[in-house]
């Protein structure tokens, strides 16, 4: 349901206590895998008491992105071909895609949540690029990284249609246009939910920092694997808006940053390889859109 707040008063983050909570299973599954003693029994029991979001998660693993050999009718089938740590990001996604569920009338959640899977996209592809350990949690995070953009959809929308409006006019960040409508900037939204939420530290980091990972001591304070996640968003971000045939070679991004050199040096990429990361990018991209189901 939209929340109707006057535009007299700024939103709070006091405001996303409206939003309903995660399923319970997703806490759950949360635990039994971080736990490290997870078996298959005890997650696909778990899941058997949710079968809406069972019934989601088979959509995904049978899809084509994860390219299962005749498929699987059983989730307890699917754990040995994805694992119980995708497994876990999966269902944290299809709750997080399911709690913020916007409303028919307000922002299109397709053109939102497309970005989202496209810097979810780029991510595991520049992961895989510098062979970072984990391109699932960059996956994840990706897809998550913007969900305080969409928390705002779905509770202010015409608020934040305003800041976009203002954005594309005048030039400025999101961060401040959404300052000027009296919203609070959507990455510290992301991050009270991800708290909320109780998301690890893989998940929760990026989404609070992928605005602010350009800055020295923000890196400085990260340990190395979340500043190299963090970074590899960011990254991706950029990367989405270059993988996209109207993007403009001189688009400002919610950033505001130009300049996305110094961002891939960092991480021993060179702007040179965008166009080949941008070519995989929508290659897979077209495997990846089964997500975008889940919000239809």
Known sequence: MTIDIPTSEPIELAALDSLPT?????????EVVHSRNASVQQVSDLLRSDPATSAKLLRLVNSPYFGIPGG?????????????????????SISVLDTLRIDAGG????????????????????????RFSDPGACFTAGLLHDMGKIALAKLAPARLAAAFETMRAEGV????????HGLAPHDRIGSRLARQW????????????????????????LAP???????????????SLACQATASPNRFDEDGELDAAE???RNGLALSQRDALCDRTRTRLERSKVFLSLVE
Request: charged content about 20%; cysteine-free; proline content about 5%.
């Open 225 to 239: 694997h979340l500043r190299t996640l963090t970074e590899i968003i960011a990254a991706a971000d950029h990367l």
């Open 198 to 221: 109780k998301f690890p530290a893989s998940l929760a980091t990026p989404i609070e920092q992928h605005h602010a990972v350009h800055r020295i001591e923000v890196r400085e304070r």
């Open 263 to 265: 961002l891939f040096g």
């Open 22 to 30: 995660l399923p319970v299973v997703a806490f759950q599954i949360g």
């Open 107 to 130: 922002h299109d959640p397709r053109a939102l949540w497309t970005h989202a899977l496209t810097v979810a996209t780029a991510a595991r592809e520049i992961a895989e690029e510098i």
């Open 173 to 180: 960040s999101l961060e401040v246009a959404e300052l000027r």
């Open 72 to 92: 699987v009718s059983d989730v307890a089938r699917a754990i040995p071909f994805v694992g119980f740590h995708t497994l876990y990001q999966l269902v944290l």
